[in-house]
């Protein structure tokens, strides 16, 4: 089944993603607007947690749930398109970037990359590698091993190392002494015991510590990037500025940035993933 899966979806996304990259994202939007009238349990969850994060009301709620599923699949789309097509150089050309002077301005080699599910995540990673060095990123393995396979491909060939979340810490330890740049999206539920709490739209949450103790243990900045999306094929990196004051305790460091989170989510709410449980 995992087999059938996965040539299910390189049948409906790979023609698409081989031509231009408005073609990609136009199918991607073809892809994720069908998903949101086809899996009314996620749709819920979406509207559900805009309604009581925004304070939106019912049709908003489900206009901006829309655009929501929308975005991911153009996501989706310029993901692969950018996997099997784009250079380097043509990337550099395509995006703008805001803020990259605090990156400049750091006195370590390395830093601690935090970002959420919004705009083009993984085109954050892609930024970093291109215009710094190269980054391993954090991520959880999905139930298919032939998408698990062609996710850490399109990272690798994006400029990205991964690291999977149940070999992490020794992992991200031995990395951050060669003075290796890490990379966590830091918005999704995490049932850790070493997670903190923290608020988010109002209500508590958990997070995972680790961005917060790594930073502190061995003096490395973190700092929150964004990859925001503009029609029709631009991108907008965003750089915030650094965390690096290391006194602080985990729950603040977090906090502060899970606040940043929270401040780009309302600026851009459309480019959110809203269907995810992340209040439990």
């Known amino acids: 089944m995992d087999l059938l899966e996965f040539l299910i979806i390189k049948l409906f996304l790979y023609p698409p993603t081989s031509l231009n990259l408005k073609v990609a994202r136009k199918w991607g939007k073809i892809i994720g607007t069908?998903?949101?009238?086809?899996?009314?349990?996620?749709?819920?969850?979406?509207?559900?947690?805009?309604?009581?994060?925004?304070?939106?009301?019912?049709?908003?709620?489900?206009?901006?749930?829309l655009k929501s599923f929308s975005h991911l699949g153009k996501v989706i789309g310029e993901v692969l398109w950018a996997y099997r097509r784009e250079t380097v150089g043509e990337f550099c050309r395509r995006i703008e970037v805001k803020g990259w002077e605090y990156i400049e301005k750091i006195d370590t080699p390395n830093f601690i990359v935090v970002s959420a599910h919004i705009g083009n995540w993984e085109m954050v990673g892609r930024a970093v590698s291109s215009f710094h060095s190269p980054i391993v990123v954090v991520g959880k393995p999905t139930k298919n091993k032939y998408i698990t396979s062609l996710m850490e491909n399109i990272r690798n060939k994006l400029g990205m190392e991964m690291i999977y979340k149940k070999e992490a810490a020794k992992k991200l330890i031995y990395c951050i002494k060669r003075r290796k740049n890490i990379g966590f999206v830091a918005d999704q539920y995490v049932r850790d015991k070493d997670a903190v709490n923290v608020r988010f739209f109002r209500k508590e949450i958990t997070v995972s510590k680790l961005p917060a103790y790594l930073s502190k243990k061995f003096y490395v900045p973190i700092v929150p990037i964004f990859a925001i999306t503009h029609e029709p094929n631009k991108l907008e990196i965003i750089v915030k500025e650094p965390l690096a004051d290391y006194n602080k305790s985990n729950e603040k460091i977090t906090q502060q940035f899970t606040t940043t989170f929270e401040k780009m989510i309302k600026t851009y709410p459309e480019q959110w993933i809203w269907a995810h449980r992340r209040w439990r």
Request: charged fraction near 30%; avoid cysteine; aromatic fraction near 6%.
């Open 34 to 65: 069908t998903a949101f009238f086809l899996s009314s349990k996620h749709r819920k969850i979406a509207i559900k947690n805009i309604e009581n994060a925004l304070n939106k009301n019912r049709k908003k709620s489900i206009k901006i749930a």
